[in-house]
């Protein structure tokens, strides 16, 4: 099992809490749960509703659209991240292609520890406001 420092420190890597500080993780991290999930295993599918975030500690995920594979998220990556904030079901489908060690942030109790630490939200919103001008500037080009 995962400490809470070593869950703050996987979720640092996510760029979306790239302007969230350590201690405003730690809240973050305390709701994360680690879930240990058998190979061929499908997390989600296309168009099921979204439930939450998930990063990898070990093995690999397979994310696919249709039948073709379009990524695989291996450990310290993250996907999900955008089911946090949009109610569109989801894009791909999910499956562990080894025995996997994940962590998952589920939406709903996201939104609780959002509710009462308000602070967190400014530094999502520095980050979408920045990847927004980003956005603006490669369009204007």
Do not use: C
């Not at 996510?14 to 999930?37: G, P």
């Not at 998220?73 to 894009?91: H, Q, T």
Request: glycine content about 4%.
């Amino acid at each position: 099992m995962l400490t809470l420092i070593e869950k703050v420190l996987l979720l640092q890597n996510i760029e979306l809490f790239s302007h969230v500080t350590l201690e405003q993780l730690s809240f973050l991290a305390a709701i994360a749960q680690e879930l240990l999930i058998e190979p061929a295993r499908e997390l989600y599918r296309e168009n099921d509703a979204p439930d939450g975030l998930y990063v990898v500690i070990s093995g690999a995920v397979s994310m696919r659209r249709g039948q073709e594979e379009i990524d695989r998220i291996g450990p310290n990556g993250s996907f999900g991240v955008w089911a946090l904030f949009d109610d569109e079901p989801r894009l791909t489908t999910a499956e562990t292609l080894e025995e996997s060690r994940l962590l998952f942030v589920p939406r709903e109790d996201f939104y609780d520890v959002l509710s009462d630490h308000v602070d967190i939200v400014q530094g999502l919103f520095k980050h979408l406001v920045q990847r927004l001008r980003r956005l603006a500037t490669v369009i204007d080009v």
